[in-house]
């Protein structure tokens, strides 16, 4: 499997980062996108990378929040045919509450899922999107509870509720190798949760790595270590972080996980498993 980040908040590779994350996942002769970053800036790096984005079979929406959401309609204009895996619950209502701000929206686009209907397809809690490919959605109970700590809901203004986080899946591969990997880029509901999922729907395989951002950002650090040592119990062998996991919750994982098992993500890194 190889993956090659083609937007995340740390630039690199000459490529321009921002708040958001979009990841190209390549095995055999299959290719995957996962989430289409903030804006169109995505697609811009594919071009420089010299990847055409009209060759990904199937794209993935990793939970309905714009900085994954964005340049879902840069795709479907780079690409005329590819489904775009979301979750049943998936719509456009998803919302912040911030103490100066008030409530601010932070969803998909508005009407990008009507618009592309014929090409949005709904995911349920496991299923397979191409050889080797599978999404996965939550089955830990009580993640309204992080949504509630964390501020964020869903519904219609007038009626909204703490957010459980549905709207989130997993992409899981099948390693030619052996194991699998799991990428999921925010894990809301934690990574070591998230691995923890996947681990009981392949009971009988290895977790090689985690990939994605941990929504660490604003985390105090004896928080971060004790999530450190809860991802070291799974026994996840490599995790490949950044976006909102943030510099200095990176640098907290890196010093409890160590340098061999921790890589930052930025653009244009390209690695194999």
């Known amino acids: 499997m190889k993956v090659t980040v083609l937007v995340d908040n740390q630039a690199g590779c000459g490529l321009q980062g921002e708040w958001g994350l979009s990841v190209l996942v390549e095995q055999g002769q299959t290719r995957v996108l996962l989430d289409a970053g903030a804006t169109d800036l995505f697609a811009e790096n594919a071009r420089a990378l010299g990847i055409d984005l009209g060759s990904v079979q199937a794209a993935v929406l990793s ?4 900085d994954h959401a964005g340049g879902m309609r840069a795709f479907f204009g780079a ?11 998936c719509g456009e209502d998803c ?5 100066e701000k008030g ?20 995911a349920g809690e496991k299923v397979q999107v191409a050889p080797g490919f599978w999404l996965l959605g939550h089955s830990t109970p009580g993640l309204e509870e992080v949504g509630r700590a964390s ?21 899981v591969v099948e390693l030619e190798s052996g194991g ?21 729907a392949w009971p009988d395989q290895p977790v090689r790595a985690v990939v994605g951002g941990f929504h660490l950002y604003e985390t105090p650090e004896p928080e971060v270590r004790a999530f450190a040592q809860r991802l070291r119990e799974t026994g996840v062998e490599l995790v490949v972080t950044g976006h909102c996991t943030g510099p200095e919750a990176l640098g907290v994982l890196t010093q409890e996980l ?8 930025s653009c244009g890194l390209a690695f194999e498993l």
Do not use: T, W
Request: hydrophobic share 40%; net charge negative.
């Open 103 to 122: 409530l601010e929206y932070i969803g998909v686009p508005k009407g990008v899922l009507g618009e592309h209907a014929d090409r949005v397809a709904r």
């Open 151 to 171: 501020h964020m809901l869903v519904g219609e203004p007038g009626c909204l509720r703490p957010d459980d986080f549905a709207h989130e899946q997993s992409l």
């Open 63 to 66: 939970h309905a929040h714009f």
């Open 79 to 89: 690409n005329d045919h590819a489904p775009f895996y979301v979750q049943e619950s």
């Open 180 to 200: 699998i990997a799991v990428l999921n880029s925010c894990c809301h509901a934690g990574a070591d949760v998230v691995v923890r999922e996947a681990q009981r």
């Open 258 to 265: 160590g340098q061999d098992v921790v890589c930052p993500l």
């Open 95 to 99: 919302y912040a509450e911030h103490p």
